[in-house]
């Protein structure tokens, strides 16, 4: 299984991005899909997820109203849409695939730095 992140960037305060985690080779059925931020210093942060089953979704409350998180399953995408966004966004994105509580695997991450 490979994920691949992309659609960072240096943006604005108040500006939008789009992250894309394209997700390669499943073969097998997975938990969700979710989006996680680390922070340089500061520890890594969960940010959002998709269930695999039903599509319900989470959003941290200091993302919730801003973030939207959505999945193309044909193009077996997921996405978070980041509008309003602001300097404390700034930090590298991380797409993670849950296939189970024990067996998980991460891509590589995307940076967004929002300038003030």
């Known amino acids: 299984v490979q994920l691949q992140a992309s659609g960072g960037g240096l943006v604005q305060a108040g500006a939008s991005l789009r992250l894309a985690c394209a997700v390669s080779?499943?073969?097998?059925?997975?938990?969700?899909i979710g989006w996680y931020r680390q922070a340089a210093g500061k520890e890594q942060q969960g940010v959002s997820c998709?269930?695999?089953?039903?599509?319900?979704?989470y959003y941290a409350d200091t993302v919730k109203g801003r973030f939207t998180i959505s999945r193309d399953e044909d193009k077996n995408t997921v996405y978070l849409q980041m509008d309003s966004l602001k300097p404390e966004d700034t930090a590298v994105y991380y797409c993670?695939?849950?296939?189970?509580?024990?067996?998980?695997?991460w891509g590589q991450g995307t940076q967004v730095t929002v300038s003030s």
């Open positions: 998709i269930s695999a089953s039903d599509g319900s979704t």
């Open positions: 993670k695939i849950q296939f189970n509580s024990w067996n998980s695997k």
């Open positions: 080779g499943i073969t097998k059925d997975y938990y969700l």
